[in-house]
């Protein structure tokens, strides 16, 4: 039982520290463009997404723990290419604002 529990709190360590590193790359891009990411999406595909969540959340339902935590690593590391390459697309934005 102790062993059970020390890999629980372990993989749970593992998994926060990842999460936490996702977390602020997507802070850093939210910051850098946050007003141009509003204006993006100003009221569209409400119902679409909601929908596509809800798919989203049926097929996770039936995945086994190994596939989950596979599929979340996955996510956590596009989350931050996404998040890495949309803060260099805002400061080249910037940039080139700052110059005309």
Not at 20 to 28: G, N, R, S, Y
Not at 40 to 61: F, I, V
């Given at each position: ?7 629980a ?7 926060a520290?990842?999460?936490?590193e996702?977390?602020k790359?997507?802070f850093?891009a939210?910051?850098?463009?946050a007003?141009?990411?509003?204006e ?5 595909n409400?119902y679409?997404?909601?929908k ?21 690593q996955e ?7 996404e ?5 260099e697309?805002?400061k ?9």
């Amino acid at each position: 039982m102790g062993e059970f529990l020390k890999k629980a709190f372990s993989d749970m360590k593992k998994s926060a520290k990842a999460q936490h590193e996702v977390d602020k790359a997507e802070f850093q891009a939210a910051k850098a463009e946050a007003r141009a990411n509003f204006e993006e999406n100003r009221g569209h595909n409400t119902y679409a997404k909601a929908k596509a969540d809800a798919k989203k959340n049926w097929d996770d339902a039936h995945m086994s723990p190994s596939e989950r935590a596979a599929k979340m690593q996955e996510e956590r590391d596009a989350k931050i290419a996404e998040a890495n390459a949309r803060t260099e697309s805002a400061k080249a934005r910037t940039e080139a604002a700052k110059k005309n």
